[in-house]
């Protein structure tokens, strides 16, 4: 097996997936075979990864944040890599997909349950992950101090110990209270546990690191702890996809630009990283709207983005009042792109006779494209090249998707994946709808696209800009933490 160290966190949302990526492009730029792992992951926001050993041509479900760790160590993504991930449906259950595979459905109790027989699966991969490499970077999910679980605990000292894999806590500064948090886990842990805590870092650390001595001298009095370094706010990491919904509030583009995008944050969104490549065109603001809110008057496009739930998503939408300011953006000549579940809100019906989504089996469209959605069980998982039919370019995405849409504006559709006609647009060409995911990653497509509404774009070259971040983290990391020490208590 290869070496490996474990990333924790004091508690969800404290920069570990960034943290991982960094430390994963500081191995490679050493020369190091580096692979990321999380053996659980709970986010909407996946990416389509590689079987060994099928060959099918389709593909399995993963974390974006184990896509984007893959990318930092040059290497391929593979469903091994984060081999349970976790998509909430609703506010007490998730679908299960266990190595890149749906297993089914959890309510929360039950999930707490299952876990025993999932750690096989989680351990299977992990002897997988590890094969030819040197070294391994594992992050953990949520926090060790959530002793409440620890019994059945498949994502942190449930997995570590089993694995026996070296663990640093990371703790998060800006949200305050990091010296508690620290000193707090190290009082709780169960001793099995707290052994096997190496050290801990400081994440997101805003002014002069000086001022903070004080502090790590009380962490080391009450932990005994070593510190690895004191991480500054990465201002690189706004330049990389983000996975969890907990940061959508932070990722409006800013100040205003040229071209508003308005993006309606549905409840069980999903994939919105897929507005990301938009956000980084210095003419383009990106605007996410949260539920409560109105969909902005001045927005020249409205993207509807993918949802885990969408015949739910689309009742909310309704609620929200958001088909009224749809109504109206579509009267003032407005554009709208509805992707994968966007795109099936966006016409006459949507029905789901089989229960798939939940106990409402059928709910009206919003009526801007002439097409109807059947859920049907059977899921599309695949990476794709594709041709757009609009301006005759290249596009290059992935599907992870329920249903069959039908309907006359399927006769115009909006590319062509493997060769086969997909989604749909308008008669005047300005409601376009799609399956694939990463419309808007294809430099030469946003180019044109937002020309087409007035906008100079696409002199931004997104996957490129995407490896700059990631080793702008790395030197940064490289700079702030003590790294050979870190990959030396590797084992």
Not at 27 to 37: D, I, N, S, W, Y
Not at 191 to 209: Q, S, T
Not at 296 to 322: C, H, M, Q, Y
Not at 358 to 371: F, K, M, P
Request: with cysteine; hydrophobic share 40%; net charge negative.
């Amino acid at each position: 097996m290869a070496k490996a160290i474990m990333l924790q966190g004091t508690g969800s949302d404290v920069g570990k997936t960034v943290l991982v990526a960094g430390l994963c492009r500081v191995a490679k730029k050493r020369g190091l075979r580096v692979r990321p792992f999380k053996p659980q992951n709970m986010s909407n926001n996946a990416a389509v990864a590689d079987i060994p050993g099928d060959n099918s041509h389709g593909g399995g479900e993963i974390g974006r944040a184990q896509w984007l760790q893959a990318i930092a160590c040059g290497v391929a993504p593979s469903v091994h890599m984060n081999p349970v991930l976790l998509k909430p449906q609703t506010d007490v259950g998730a679908q299960v997909i266990v190595q890149g595979k749906v297993f089914g459905e959890a309510r929360a109790r039950d999930y707490q349950a299952l876990k025993g027989r999932l750690m096989d699966a989680v351990l299977d991969s992990w002897a997988k992950v590890g094969e030819g490499a040197d070294l391994v970077i594992v992050e953990g999910a949520g926090s060790p101090a959530e002793i409440n679980l620890r019994s059945r605990d498949i994502a942190n000292m449930g997995f570590a110990r089993r694995a026996d894999v070296p663990v640093m806590l990371v703790g998060d500064i800006d949200r305050g209270g990091v010296i508690a948090s620290v000193a707090g886990t190290h009082l709780i842990l169960p001793e099995e546990d707290r052994r096997m805590i190496v050290g801990y870092l400081i994440n997101k650390f805003r002014g002069d690191v000086s001022l903070f001595d004080d502090g790590l001298k009380a962490i080391e009095k009450f932990t005994g702890w070593r510190c690895f370094g004191v991480v500054p706010w990465l201002k690189a990491a706004a330049r990389l996809p983000s996975e969890d919904s907990v940061v959508l509030e932070r990722l409006a583009s800013g100040e205003a630009r040229a071209l508003k995008v308005a993006v309606p944050v549905l409840g069980r969104i999903a994939n919105f990283d897929d507005l990301d490549p938009l956000k980084a065109e210095p003419q383009v603001e990106v605007m996410f709207v949260p539920p409560g809110k109105p969909l902005p008057a001045d927005a020249g496009l409205v993207v509807i983005p993918g949802s885990k739930s969408t015949i739910g998503d689309l009742l909310k939408f309704r609620e929200n009042g958001w088909d009224r300011d749809l109504a109206a953006h579509r009267k003032r000549g407005g554009h709208v792109v509805g992707i994968c579940g966007g795109f099936q809100m966006l016409g006459r019906r949507v029905r789901d006779p089989d229960g798939i989504e939940g106990n409402v089996t059928e709910a009206e469209g919003l009526g801007l494209l002439d097409i109807e959605t059947v859920m049907e069980p059977e899921k599309t998982v695949r990476n794709v090249s594709a041709h757009s039919v609009q301006f005759d370019l290249p596009l290059e995405g992935y599907e992870i998707h329920l249903g069959r849409t039908t309907g006359p504006d399927t006769m115009r559709p909006s590319a062509i994946i493997n060769g086969i006609e997909d989604g749909a647009i308008s008669a005047d060409g300005k409601v376009i709808g799609t399956y694939m995911h990463g419309l808007f990653g294809a430099d030469g497509f946003r180019g044109k696209f937002l020309e087409s509404l007035g906008i100079k774009g696409g002199g931004i070259d997104y996957r490129a800009e995407v490896e700059r971040a990631l080793d702008d983290v790395a030197a940064e990391l490289e700079t702030h933490l003590d790294c050979d020490a870190i990959f030396a208590l590797a084992r």
